[in-house]
């Protein structure tokens, strides 16, 4: 089973950047991976993709929420991926997680980790 582990998460002002990194270990090949960062807002909500990197051809898909504004990258030396988040808003506030995302083969199957909180204050 594929461990996430994230960091980079902290308390920052509107406006402010943070850079949120994902240590995934537990694979050894690219083809058919696909990692991504999902947002969970609050304990009553569902964990939410905003956006995605392919491991196979690197490849990025970000909703609408983190267009524009966050941007995912990877350090191919390590299985290590990250997200810049710029111009960060209250409303971004939320606990952090990557994970596989679309485009990972089924048979791989990922652990959450414990996230990493952003609180963006006013």
């Known amino acids: 089973e594929v461990q996430f582990a994230e960091s980079g998460g902290g308390w920052v002002q509107a406006g402010a950047s943070l850079r949120l990194s994902c240590v995934a270990s537990g694979f050894t090949s690219d083809d058919e991976v696909a990692i991504g960062w999902f947002r969970q807002a609050s304990e009553t909500e569902t964990r939410k993709v905003i956006a995605c990197l392919s491991f196979t051809d690197g490849r990025t898909t970000y909703t609408d929420y983190a267009e524009g504004r966050f941007t995912i990258s990877r350090d191919s030396a390590q299985n290590t991926v990250h997200l810049q988040m710029n111009s960060l808003k209250p409303e971004d506030t939320a606990i952090y997680y990557c994970?596989?995302?679309?485009?990972?083969?089924?048979?791989?199957?990922?652990?959450w980790g414990p996230g990493t909180q952003v609180t963006v204050s006013s």
């Open positions: 994970a596989f995302c679309a485009g990972t083969a089924p048979e791989l199957v990922g652990s």
